[in-house]
């Protein structure tokens, strides 16, 4: 499996508007991209969150990369403090209950 973990600092009081638009808009897309397995968004506190999202491979993850670029400079990035930073890489360990 692969990650992308990107972090992120909204507006003051918009991450939940942050979180509305991602489930509403991004979510879907997500869930037709081949390879997608998972997505997490955190909120850290203080109006920055981060998200995680796992597919099956690095070649997935980087052929929607340029989808989620372009979807986040669109609805999210004017209500953010810039955009999100991205870290990527392979996952080494998963557990789950």
């Not at 989620?68 to 400079?73: M, P, S, T, V, Y």
Request: charged share 20%; aromatic share 8%; net charge negative.
């Amino acid at each position: 499996m692969y990650a992308a973990i990107r972090q992120g600092q909204a507006n003051p009081g918009a991450v939940q508007e942050v979180a509305r638009r991602i489930q509403e808009g991004y979510i879907p897309i997500l869930r037709n991209t081949p390879g997608f397995v998972a997505y997490y968004l955190v909120d850290t506190g203080n109006d920055a969150g981060l998200s995680i999202t796992i597919f099956e491979t690095q070649a997935q993850e980087e052929e929607f990369q340029q989808r989620a670029n372009d979807w986040a400079r669109q609805h999210l990035v004017p209500i953010m403090q810039g955009p999100p930073q991205p870290s990527t890489g392979e996952v080494l360990l998963h557990a789950v209950r």
